[in-house]
């Protein structure tokens, strides 16, 4: 099974448009992320949910709106998509939050391209 | 027209071969740090993190080392497999559930 899925795994669209990337975690945990990855492969984070509710959101356009209905699930919707959105955006999740390190799980990328 | 690569640092090793992939952190803060391996069309995966208070931490054919004194972080593989090809990043913890990411490494393994 699974640790963490995403959907879709690519998705290319026009500029202007709409899309939505969706999460799930099967592993019980609290806490979830999304990350983007651009093309140098620097991988940063965008946003972090714990229990349904956002902790961290770094400086990221509000074009970008994360959504989690349950602990287990945590989408983005991102909208008036534009070139520089293009990249690979990772979900993440993990037990507990603050404190000590809670080892994080990646689910395996959604590759977005922005025409 | 002309292809732009992806000038990722990058460890090109033998197998068999023993592979150092060194990183440099910026925050003296962090309480740990982690090394992830993130092979072609996948996600990061986990490989070993080591606490702030230590200086070595050992695994399977892994070994992180922690200079604290000049921020420094390397990770070790022993006996490098084809398979440990991929890109490696090292990543600062300093609470708040905040991983801030290096710049990777790739790592090839000529068989």
């Known amino acids: 099974d699974t640790a963490v899925s995403q959907t879709p795994k690519y998705l290319v669209t026009q500029m202007g448009n709409d899309k939505s990337i969706k999460c799930e975690q099967n592993l019980g945990h609290d806490t979830m992320y999304w990350y983007k990855q651009d093309s140098k492969k620097f991988l940063k984070i965008m946003f972090s949910?714990?229990?349904?509710?956002?902790?961290i959101n770094e400086t990221v356009p509000n074009r970008f709106s994360p959504k989690s209905p349950d602990k287990a699930h945590l989408n983005l919707h991102i909208n008036s998509l534009e070139l520089g959105d293009s990249a690979v955006y990772f979900c993440?999740?993990?037990?507990?939050?603050?404190?000590?390190?809670?080892?994080?799980?990646f689910g395996p990328g959604t590759r977005l391209t922005v025409l | 027209g002309e292809s732009v690569g992806l000038h990722l640092p990058t460890l090109s090793v033998q197998e068999g071969d023993n592979s150092i992939i060194n990183c440099a952190y910026s925050n003296s803060a962090s309480d740990y740090f982690i090394w992830y391996k993130q092979e072609s069309g996948k996600g990061p995966q986990f490989i070993i993190d080591?606490?702030?208070?230590?200086d070595k931490r050992q695994g399977q054919r892994v070994t992180v080392l922690l200079n604290k004194t000049v921020k420094h972080l390397s990770l070790q593989i022993a006996a490098t497999q084809p398979g440990d090809s991929a890109v490696y990043f090292c990543a600062e913890y300093s609470g708040y559930s905040t991983l801030t990411f290096g710049k990777g490494t790739m790592l090839l393994v000529s068989p």
């Open positions: 993440a999740s993990s037990q507990g939050f603050g404190g000590s390190y809670n080892e994080q799980f």
């Open positions: 949910y714990n229990n349904k509710e956002l902790i």
């Open positions: 080591i606490r702030s208070n230590m």
